[in-house]
């Protein structure tokens, strides 16, 4: 006769503890998840997404770093050594218009303290004193170098508590391979950013009211608080000439060579191209709007999602 197997002593008393302590449990939970649904269902926002209509040839353009962005669908069309640490010139002030405009009320008057020769200059002199506002039109229709320093020493710590808000304001946006040592875009050690950390900081500056305004602008009057007159010009020569061109800011330095960084808007369609590095800017900027505009199309993606 086989020999019975033996139950463990402690087993009985295991099961009398989980026939009291089990039903206390439940007793005591919210039962809902077990008559609710275990999961939310997504719920997709759509959006246009840009689709290649014909087997295209990239234009023949000579930047080293290169990123062109649907803004709406953050869908890179075309990258070429965008993640690449270079000098970011005068597109540095693009950065330099965020920090100001998030510390300082558009009103306050400043009064400039001594001139400004190097670089790009609007040429404002000793005892002007100018609007916040009327500096950030210098700083970015002209690309004025003496506006950005004006900006930076008058902010509460200084120019190097300034600058040490550029860089944690880069954190906070996660432009990662991005840091600043000054205002302006001067070349120096240690001041870098790449082709899609602009494009990023384009995106979220061309949020702002002000700005977008301000860099849409061809040209400006700038007027100080006792009626000095300074007359400014974009330096961007696409503003006017090509449709759909609202921006952003150029930049040069014998360094960083030309760069520009520019959203242009389509029937509806908004695209940043980053560009650094050029020996033409301009005329590289313009044969990406006509390639970017004659070889896409833009479709609902709702209709992808519906195939999933």
């Known amino acids: 006769m086989a020999k019975r197997k033996r139950i463990k002593w402690w087993i009985f008393p295991l099961l009398t503890a989980l026939t009291i302590s089990i039903p206390k449990v439940y007793s005591s939970l919210d039962l ?4 609710e649904p275990k999961f939310t269902p997504l719920v997709y926002e759509a959006v246009a997404l840009p689709i290649p209509i014909s ?18 669908s953050k869908t890179i ?9 270079v000098y970011p010139a005068s597109t540095t002030k693009m950065m330099t218009a965020l920090v100001a405009m998030e510390v300082f009320d558009l009103d306050t008057v400043i009064t400039v303290t001594r001139g400004y020769l190097e670089g790009q200059v609007v040429g404002f002199k000793p005892n002007d004193k100018i609007t ?14 003496d506006a950005a ?39 120096e ?12 900081l384009a995106d979220v500056a061309m949020t702002k009211s002000e700005f977008a305004k301000i860099v849409a602008l061809e040209n400006a009057v700038i007027t100080t608080e006792d009626n000095q007159n300074y007359i400014v010009k974009n330096v961007n020569q696409l503003l006017g000439k ?23 808007n389509r029937d509806g369609h908004e695209v940043i191209i980053s560009l650094l590095g050029s020996l033409d800017r301009f005329s590289d900027t313009q044969k990406i709007i006509d390639w970017v505009y004659g070889n896409f199309t833009w479709v609902d993606s709702s209709q992808y999602i519906q195939g999933l």
């Open 32 to 35: 809902k998840w077990m008559i």
């Open 55 to 72: 087997d295209f040839t990239k234009p023949p353009i000579n930047p080293n770093h290169i990123i062109i962005m649907d803004r709406s």
């Open 77 to 85: 069309l075309w990258d070429k050594g965008s993640k690449n640490r």
């Open 132 to 145: 916040v506002d009327q500096l950030l039109y210098a700083l970015l229709i002209q690309s004025g170098n």
């Open 149 to 187: 320093e004006i900006l930076a020493e008058n902010f509460p710590g200084g120019r190097a508590v300034f600058v040490e808000t550029m860089n944690k304001k880069a954190l906070e946006l996660g432009l990662r391979n991005t840091h600043f040592t000054n205002p302006s875009g001067m070349d």
């Open 189 to 200: 050690y240690g001041h870098y950013s790449t082709a899609l950390d602009l494009a990023h």
């Open 242 to 264: 090509v449709p759909g061109v609202l921006g952003v800011k150029t930049g040069y330095t014998v360094g960083a060579g030309q760069s520009l960084v520019t959203l242009v």
